[in-house]
């Protein structure tokens, strides 16, 4: 099942390997802020949100991809979980 | 003439024409109310003292409430000076600081943090609210203050062209922005030149991607306004949503586009362009930085019927030399196309270390002279004129552009690269010195160098090689989070190396070329 641990562990995941390219994660919580600081910036939000899309089945608008709805672990992990609950990681019911 | 002038002619002869329509809101303003409440905006500063040649301050979210600030400065006889309210609050307050505005037109969400800032500089400018940046709450504002103290109707200030309109900062490697000081005459030159160059229609609607504090806006509104055409602003949030901006483009109609080729970059790997009718686009002009060839050809392969132009310059010149790409790009081309031929207004050369012309197809520092190089930078004469060559008995003052070109055989420059530590980011100026300014205020840094590294999908990736003493050893995070409290987001490096200490070379300087491979 999709649920929020699975979730925040795959979204931690992609950001520290794919985007951070295997920094020391030091002190990247589910609180720090990532949109806000430039951890993330433009162009890796955007392959963020692909990721998500890919990983999760879903669909982000447009409007969603900004620090209110993705600047935190926690929140992405939130968007997530509102957007595939009900179903599983494949999209099954 | 002035700048404001362009406005004049679509006043009088289509009042009721949409000059301005909000991309966040789709509110439309049409010329007579935006003539209207620039009128208002300069009874406003005259009433409060603003006299010819002072410097206003500009702190405002992207809408036509800035356009008719804007505009509202020029004819008070003033010239208006954009903070980038995305940056931190610091260094608005210091540019504000530095080239001593006599007043800023704030919105509220951006005030206390400005008064906090300006207040440890030691001074506050006269502060004209808005609750928001809408033209509705402008002109709320400007009620509320005549209601206190009418504004007297006046008269627009006679100016000459060689008055200041406007000052820019850009990046600075001292540590601090410096203010590009440009003149009526200066942007008319290229508004006029891009009149006739690209013919803009009273139909066109221009988009306005670039916020209001970057050069390439001087060609989204005047230019338009002039023409009688109509400006899409674009909210900086907006700005970076690809399929939002894909969708803006659709849903407005526009015709003419202009932005840094790291947006269309954007919506070309992540607008679903192909769900998007982007048919109304005609011209599609880019600026600021390189273009990588295959991201281009990416870009026209979803929208192949429009004009594509690459134009060139700096913020002391505006656009100095320009090149339409071909209608087909072919396949195998990786190379970047040209930076063209000089702009028929201006006059160029290219100049070996010494200022001495060098032959066609040698290496050599671009220089540009004519109407659109600027006036200098602000508050910095020696500054100013090192940036110029020294004079060549031709009466003509020219802008040593700091890169590196080759005229080649067809006649048009190729660019070649910098001749300092300046990089393009997005389109921004870059100057890796202020970075490690910056760096070096960080507690236990004992050494910061800053190196940037070519990247085929970004362009560039800016990284930042730290000494720290002591023992504790700051995490990325903590780094990410200081810098982007301190400088602007673009700015930010995107990856942090901590050493004991810095290389070396043998005369004990920073070693770059070492920190370039590491």
């Known amino acids: 099942m999709g649920g ?50 890919k990983e999760f089945s879903i669909s982000i608008d447009a409007a969603e991809v900004d620090a209110a709805h993705l600047d935190t672990i926690e929140l992405i992990t939130q968007l997530v979980r509102g957007k595939t609950a009900g179903t599983g990681p494949d999209g099954s019911a | 003439m002035g700048l404001h002038n362009v406005l004049d002619e679509a006043v009088r002869g289509r009042p009721t024409h949409t000059a301005i329509i909000e991309g966040g809101t789709a509110q439309r ?24 040649g002072d410097r206003i301050g500009l702190c405002l979210g992207k809408s036509a409430c800035g356009v008719a600030s804007m505009l509202g400065i020029l004819k008070a006889g003033a010239a208006y000076v954009p903070a980038d309210p995305m940056a931190p609050a610091a260094r608005g307050a210091y540019v504000h600081h530095d080239c001593t505005v006599k007043a800023t037109i704030i919105e509220r969400r951006f005030e206390a943090a400005y008064r906090e800032e300006s207040g440890k500089l030691g001074r506050l400018p006269d502060l004209i609210v808005v609750e928001a940046s809408s033209v509705d709450h402008l002109e709320a504002s400007l009620d509320e203050l005549d209601l206190q103290s009418p504004a007297r109707r006046g008269a627009t200030v006679d100016t000459a062209e060689q008055d200041l309109a406007y000052i820019l900062y850009t990046s600075g490697s001292t540590g601090t922005p410096k203010g590009v000081m440009l003149s009526h005459r200066n942007a008319l030159d290229f508004v006029d030149w891009c009149s006739s160059t690209f013919e803009p229609q009273p139909s066109d609607i221009f988009s306005s991607h670039a916020p209001f504090h970057f050069d390439l806006s001087i060609f989204d509104l005047y230019v338009a306004l002039k023409h009688g055409g109509t400006i899409v602003l674009i909210p900086a949030e907006l700005g970076k949503e690809p399929q939002g901006l894909a969708g803006l483009i659709a849903q407005h109609r526009i015709s003419i586009w202009y932005s840094a080729p790291s947006t269309l970059n954007m919506m070309a790997q992540f607008g679903r362009l192909q769900e998007h009718d982007l048919s109304s686009l005609r011209m ?16 026209k392969q979803f929208v192949p019927a429009p004009r594509y132009f690459n134009l060139y310059g700096p913020t002391e010149t505006n656009v ?82 700091g890169d590196i070109v080759v005229l080649m055989e067809d006649g048009n420059y190729r660019y070649v690269g910098r001749r300092d530590r300046m990089v393009k980011r997005r389109g921004n100026r870059v ?18 160098a800053v190196v940037a590294l070519p990247d085929e999908l970004e362009g560039v990736r800016i990284k930042a090689h730290l000494a720290v003493g002591g023992v504790r050893r700051p995490s990325l995070v903590e780094l990410k989070t200081f810098c ?9 490096p995107d990856t942090f190396t901590v050493h004991d200490q810095l290389p070396k070379t043998s005369t004990d300087k920073t070693d770059y070329q070492a920190l370039k491979t590491r």
């Open chain 2, 284 to 299: 599609v002009l880019f600026a600021g930085e390189v273009f990588p060839t295959i991201r281009l050809r990416s870009f």
């Open chain 1, 4 to 53: 929020a641990p699975r979730i925040e562990q795959s979204v931690r995941a992609f950001i520290l390997n794919d985007i951070l390219e295997g920094q020391d994660p030091g002190e990247l919580t589910d609180t720090t802020p990532l949109l806000s600081t430039a951890i993330l910036d433009s162009m890796a939000t955007l392959k963020l949100v692909l990721f998500l899309e």
């Open chain 2, 29 to 52: 303003v049409d010329y007579r109310r935006l003539g209207r409440l620039s009128d208002r905006v300069r009874d406003r500063l005259i009433a409060i003292g603003v006299e010819p």
């Open chain 2, 431 to 448: 100057e890796l010195a202020e970075i490690e300014v910056c760096l070096n205020r960080y507690p236990g840094v004992s050494e910061a």
């Open chain 2, 484 to 492: 982007s409290q301190h400088l602007p987001l673009y700015m930010v």
């Open chain 2, 320 to 401: 100095c030399t320009w090149y339409e790409i071909p209608a087909v790009i072919p396949e195998e081309r990786v190379e970047p196309y040209p930076i063209g031929k000089t702009c028929s207004n201006l006059e160029s050369v290219v100049v070996d270390t010494k200022g001495e012309p060098v032959a066609a197809g040698e290496e050599g520092e671009l220089c540009i002279a004519g109407g659109n190089v600027m006036l200098g930078y602000w508050g910095m004469p020696e500054r100013s004129s090192a940036s110029f060559l020294p004079s060549r008995g031709d009466g003509r003052r020219w802008y040593k552009t």
